[in-house]
């Protein structure tokens, strides 16, 4: 972006240019603009002095009613929608303080718009993580509910198995108590007979002895006293089996139960994760629509930065040695000279803008992005006095604010009568105000090209300058500030239409 140095110094200079020709002028014939109808001279160029007239005010900074006219208090200096600068001008370098502020309000807008995009982007990845994880969670939910489902049935499986061998081990410790039984019978047989082993089947009794006393083999005999030992000996080993496999399934039941506890516990904490999941989605939810109303008046704060350096751009200075206005002027003049009847270059009507108001900043002001010079510009009263011609009011007062005679008007200086042939509408507007720098370049464009054809021709463009004003040294003056712009910038060709 150019920086604009010494901005307040180059408009000095700008105003002393114009007053060192005035003041040389001074001592020369008087310059004069010429009524193309009457053939004769009728105002003052803005070379010679020009009076602000009472009531002239500069354009309010802080418009605030868009029915408001160019010079009442609420005007609203923004450019019309449907008359964009020319896209000839885009690459254009300027300069100016308002469009680096300008600028820098829709950068750091960019900018905080750019953060709450990436803020609402990370805002809903996340929701996507989440709905990612819930769909996870869901199926993972599932498989802990057929696992609780199968470690119920293992538990339940074991609780059966284990009662089936309690049953089995309690049966088969009454089997043994029978037996036991029958060996009490053969204690009694050994007390009868006075057995003096007596504690041979105490121990046979107790199962922990063999049966091998002499009186009970000869009392019951030998087969009998063996078959109820082997049969203690069998049971007392089928109970061991028993409890033991009836200790193993209340371990298997223990553990079943253990397991369906902690698949139990895996199905509930996958619940409680569903359940923050789902309790996080909402949240996510409900920043992201915060996030998108944050989005939404971050973008309207760019729409509002981008569109208040529209008109800062177009009050804008061009950048270029020698080049002193500003870039709503080359876009009138560009327009202007596109539209004109004849072949006629931008710096032609540049030129006339140049000596006559340089470019709208006579009487202190500079022109707004709408074209109006923030001073109205209106010239001496044409009542014959000072060597001016003298002309009775022709448009009521309605251009130059004078019921009694008339005034030279606006940027590219038009007297009223000399308007009202040749006023045209360079903005669109549907109004042909020669106060505005786009309707005053159409109208001097149209006034140029009467009768001629090329003013890139110079013989055609001298002859047009002076029709504008009959003076030889004003075509001089005018003609080297048009070269001087010819040469110091150059503006990319329209664009061939497409075929």
Not at 257 to 268: K, L, M, P, T, V
Not at 333 to 361: D, F, M
Request: proline share 5%; hydrophobic share 45%.
């Amino acid at each position: 972006m150019a920086i604009r140095n010494d901005s307040h110094g180059r408009t000095r200079r700008r105003i002393a240019a114009v007053v060192a020709v005035a003041v040389g002028l001074a001592v020369a014939p008087p310059v004069a603009a010429v009524d193309p109808a009457a053939g004769r001279p009728v105002a003052a160029s803005a070379l010679a002095e020009h009076a602000f007239e009472p009531g002239a005010q500069d354009a309010p900074a802080i418009p605030d009613d868009p029915t408001a006219g160019p010079y009442d208090p609420g005007f609203v200096d923004d450019p019309r929608l449907d008359n964009p600068p020319s896209p000839r001008l885009d690459d254009l370098d300027l300069s100016g303080d308002e469009l680096d502020a300008r600028r820098g309000d829709l950068d750091a807008a960019e900018a905080r718009r750019d953060d709450a995009a990436d803020e609402l982007d990370a805002i809903r990845d996340h929701r996507d993580d989440l709905a990612t994880e819930r769909v996870r969670l869901a199926e993972e939910l599932e498989a802990r509910e057929a696992d609780v489902v199968a470690r119920r049935e293992d538990r339940r499986r074991a609780h059966e198995l284990h009662v089936r061998r309690t049953t089995q081990a309690q049966v088969a410790a009454d089997e043994l108590e029978d037996a036991r039984a029958l060996l009490r019978d053969l204690v009694i047989a050994a007390y009868v007979s006075e057995s003096s082993a007596q504690s041979d089947v105490v121990v046979a009794l107790t199962g922990t002895g063999a049966v091998d006393d002499a009186v009970l083999r000869l009392a019951l005999g030998d087969g009998a006293a063996t078959g109820r030992e082997a049969d203690v000996r069998r049971l007392s080993a089928a109970l061991d089996r028993a409890e033991a496999r009836r200790d193993a399934a209340r371990d298997a039941l223990e553990a079943a139960r253990e397991e369906e506890a902690r698949s139990i516990d895996a199905r509930d904490a996958t619940l409680t994760a569903i359940a923050d999941n789902e309790a996080a989605q909402e949240a996510a939810r409900v920043d992201e629509q915060d996030a998108v109303e944050v989005l939404a008046r971050r973008d309207r704060d760019v729409l509002v930065a981008l569109v208040a350096v529209a008109p800062a751009r177009l009050r804008a200075d061009v950048v270029g040695d020698g080049i002193d206005f500003p870039l709503v002027a080359l876009d009138a003049w560009v327009k202007a000279a596109e539209a004109a009847p004849c072949r006629v270059e931008w710096w032609a009507l540049a030129g006339i803008s140049r000596v006559e108001s340089g470019h709208g900043t006579h009487g202190g002001g500079r022109l707004g992005a709408r074209g109006y010079p923030s001073v109205r510009i209106v010239g001496p009263r044409l009542d014959g006095s000072f060597g001016f011609a003298r002309i009775r009011d022709t448009d009521g007062g309605r251009w130059d604010g004078d019921t009694g005679f008339d005034r030279a008007v606006g940027p590219m200086q038009f007297i009223p009568s000399t308007w009202s042939r040749w006023g045209a509408d360079g903005d669109g507007d549907g109004v042909a105000d020669p106060n505005t720098i786009y309707d005053a370049a159409a109208a001097a464009a149209r006034y140029l090209c009467a009768g001629r054809s090329d003013l890139t021709d110079e013989a055609q463009l001298r002859s047009a300058y002076f029709s504008y004003n009959h003076s030889d040294l004003y075509v001089a003056v005018v003609l080297a500030a048009a070269h001087g712009y010819r040469d110091a910038l150059t503006v990319p060709p329209p664009e061939a239409p497409p075929a």
